[in-house]
């Protein structure tokens, strides 16, 4: 049973450092790429990027410049961090799974597995 | 950025009914469109992928259509464990970006 265990800081001032963390039980880390989105009740859900066991991202342009993602193979985890946050920066942070699977004659691409989530709030 | 636009924001329908739900893309997204199920205090949860391939597991009255920039999502008969909001979300060109929601409440 794969499972995703997420933790992380929830209560943050402004200019402060996200940090979040999650952990892979249950499945291979080197056979796909790991996302995290976000949820907020202004933006909706909003894919913040993504990395592969080798350190490979795919960072969302609107997010670049704040954010890094890392890997720890050894640990099966992966890590994200935000920095210079604001209120908008307040939400629901999850971490999912992106699986590639063969329907018809293409490769399609979809989040399968999610992490619970991390409640991050961002106020002075 | 693909824009995905929803429709309607919200609705509410009887155990049994049919529920459609819509999705358009700004730009033709190619068949690369899923849909996801959340419930309050959940993360998400893949329903239908590739526009119509329905995900091992999930009950056979969902379905999904569609192509180019239109999509639809389909609950053939209502259950009452089906209250959520649904989403759609396109992965055919990064940033992947998801519809604002499809609230559903049973009557």
């Known amino acids: 049973q794969v499972h995703l265990q997420q933790w992380g800081a929830g209560l943050l001032k402004p200019s402060e450092t996200l940090s979040l963390t999650c952990a892979v039980y249950?499945?291979?880390?080197?056979?796909?790429?790991w996302s995290w989105i976000r949820q907020s009740p202004g933006k909706g859900l909003e894919w913040i990027g993504e990395?592969?066991?080798?350190?490979?991202?795919k960072p969302n342009e609107s997010l670049k410049s704040r954010i890094s993602m890392s890997v720890d193979t050894s640990k099966k985890e992966f890590s994200l961090r935000l920095n210079s946050v604001t209120a908008a920066d307040t939400g629901v942070y999850f971490c999912a799974r992106g699986q590639s699977s063969i329907w018809g004659s293409g490769h399609y691409y979809y989040m399968d597995v999610w992490g619970e989530g991390t409640s991050v709030t961002v106020s002075s | 950025d693909f824009q995905m636009t929803q429709s309607p924001p919200s609705l509410s329908a009887s155990v049994g009914d049919i529920v459609t739900i819509t999705c358009r893309a700004s730009q033709s997204i190619n068949g690369h469109l899923n849909w996801y199920q959340q419930k309050p205090g959940k993360a998400p949860e893949v329903l239908i992928y590739a526009a119509s391939a329905l995900r091992g597991g999930v009950p056979s009255r969902f379905s999904g259509s569609g192509s180019g920039t239109d999509f639809t999502l389909t609950i053939s008969s209502l259950q009452p464990e089906d209250f959520g909001t649904y989403y759609c979300?396109?992965?055919?060109?990064?940033?992947?970006?998801f519809g604002q929601g499809t609230k559903v409440d049973i009557k």
């Open positions: 990395v592969n066991h080798s350190g490979s991202t």
């Open positions: 249950g499945a291979s880390f080197s056979d796909y790429y």
């Open positions: 979300q396109q992965t055919y060109s990064t940033p992947w970006t």
